[in-house]
């Protein structure tokens, strides 16, 4: 699903709601996770789940091209662990 058919699904979820005020709703959204993670915060909805930041540390690493040897950085990567109810809804 794209983001154009999320906002056209949310559209169709809300009576009343113009299409405009649907994908604002949903750039809020996102930009909200996007500066809640960025502090350094977690992000969690009580059963459907977590929104993250996680350390990846530095390693070793091989150029496919080359085949030569190089140091990767250490790095913040954003994470999402589903919750309960997400893992029952899709296991049906």
Request: glycine content about 10%.
């Given at each position: 699903?794209?983001?154009?058919?999320f906002?056209?699904?949310?559209?169709?979820?809300?009576?009343?709601?113009?299409?405009?005020?649907?994908?604002?709703?949903?750039?809020?959204?996102?930009?909200?996770?996007?500066?809640?993670?960025?502090?350094?915060?977690?992000?969690?909805?009580?059963?459907?789940?977590?929104?993250?930041?996680?350390?990846?540390?530095?390693?070793?690493?091989?150029?496919?091209?080359?085949?030569?040897?190089?140091?990767?950085?250490?790095?913040?990567?954003?994470?999402?662990t589903?919750?309960?109810g997400?893992?029952?809804?899709?296991?049906?």
């Open positions: 699903m794209t983001k154009s058919e906002v056209d699904a949310v559209n169709d979820r809300v009576e009343g709601m113009s299409r405009k005020h649907a994908g604002e709703a949903v750039d809020a959204m996102l930009e909200t996770i996007t500066e809640t993670l960025k502090r350094g915060s977690d992000v969690t909805f009580s059963g459907f789940g977590k929104f993250h930041v996680a350390e990846r540390g530095a390693r070793e690493g091989v150029n496919p091209r080359t085949g030569e040897r190089m140091q990767i950085p250490a790095s913040k990567v954003p994470r999402f589903a919750g309960s997400l893992k029952t809804a899709v296991k049906k």
